[in-house]
């Protein structure tokens, strides 16, 4: 029953940042944990971040902690990916999701809505 819709993807140089941005519409979207996810070229979907309810934590993959916050404004319904010192390895796929199983799922299959993705390319 959630709708989910990203942007603010594109092409960056390595060192440079980047803000994703997810609009959810159709739930209580303070209720739900919301997460980042990316795929690349033949790989699987892997997580990146992760929101819990509310806002009170979040959680990382360690190649991305440091780099990356996300962050969420439940009065926009709205959830944002700040992307800085970019990579070449970050090119991907971002998918953006919402749950309602958990604080800080990591697992796709613990999802229950996805967005459609946008495209992040880095440059070296």
């Known amino acids: 029953q959630v709708q989910l819709v990203e942007s603010g993807g594109g092409l960056v140089q390595a060192g440079g940042s980047l803000r994703l941005s997810c609009a959810a519409s159709?739930?209580?979207?303070?209720?739900?944990?919301m997460g980042w996810f990316r795929q690349a070229p033949g790989k699987e979907r892997e997580f990146v971040a992760v929101i819990s309810q509310y806002g009170s934590s979040t959680d990382y993959r360690d190649s991305v902690k440091g780099r990356f916050t996300i962050s969420r404004d439940n009065a926009k319904n709205t959830v944002y990916l700040q992307m800085k010192s970019l990579k070449p390895e970050d090119t991907a796929v971002y998918y953006c999701?919402?749950?309602?199983?958990?604080?800080?799922?990591?697992?796709?299959?613990?999802?229950?809505?996805w967005g459609q993705g946008t495209q992040v390319t880095v440059s070296s």
């Open positions: 999701a919402a749950g309602n199983r958990g604080s800080q799922i990591r697992r796709r299959d613990e999802y229950d809505y």
């Open positions: 159709g739930g209580a979207f303070s209720t739900y944990t």
